[in-house]
């Protein structure tokens, strides 16, 4: 009585159906997307917040960079615009492009850790 398995010609659990390397692939291509998702979150978060940087630095809004960013922050928080409305200009600007960020990468890593062990 060598043979252990329940029944023969059963796959374990822990076993995917069908070919081995298509199980490897799919694998590879949930990794590489929750990469790209990861990424993607934090690049939108990191213009968000040094938009926030150079506004209250004081940055030269008529250079070429600084419109760049600012253009890219706008698009990006556009959703976002005015939930919050201050006197203060440095505090509003903190609370409306912060915002966005803080949900950009909420969102953006918790889809690839999702994705990332799928």
Same mark, same amino acid.
């Given at each position: 009585?060598?043979?252990?398995?329940?029944?023969?010609?059963?796959?374990?659990?822990?076993?995917?159906?069908?070919?081995?390397?298509?199980? @490897?692939?799919s694998r590879?291509?949930?990794?590489?997307?929750?990469?790209?998702?990861h990424?993607?979150?934090?690049?939108?978060?990191?213009?968000?917040?040094?938009?926030?940087?150079?506004?209250?630095? *004081?940055? +030269? @809004?008529?250079?070429?960079?600084? @419109?760049?960013?600012?253009?890219?922050?706008?698009?990006?928080?556009?959703?976002?615009?005015?939930i919050?409305?201050?006197?203060? @200009?440095?505090l509003?600007?903190?609370? +409306?492009? *912060?915002l966005?960020a803080?949900?950009?990468?909420?969102? *953006?890593?918790?889809?690839?850790?999702r994705? *990332?062990?799928?």
């Open positions: 009585m060598s043979n252990i398995d329940p029944i023969p010609g059963t796959h374990a659990y822990d076993q995917p159906q069908g070919r081995p390397h298509q199980y @490897e692939r590879s291509t949930a990794r590489r997307t929750a990469l790209a998702i990424t993607i979150a934090d690049i939108a978060a990191a213009f968000l917040g040094l938009w926030i940087l150079l506004h209250l630095l *004081g940055a +030269n @809004e008529a250079n070429v960079f600084v @419109e760049f960013v600012h253009g890219t922050a706008d698009w990006l928080a556009g959703w976002s615009q005015d919050f409305t201050m006197d203060t @200009e440095g509003r600007v903190l609370l +409306n492009y *912060g966005p803080i949900i950009y990468l909420l969102v *953006g890593h918790g889809i690839a850790a994705l *990332g062990r799928a």
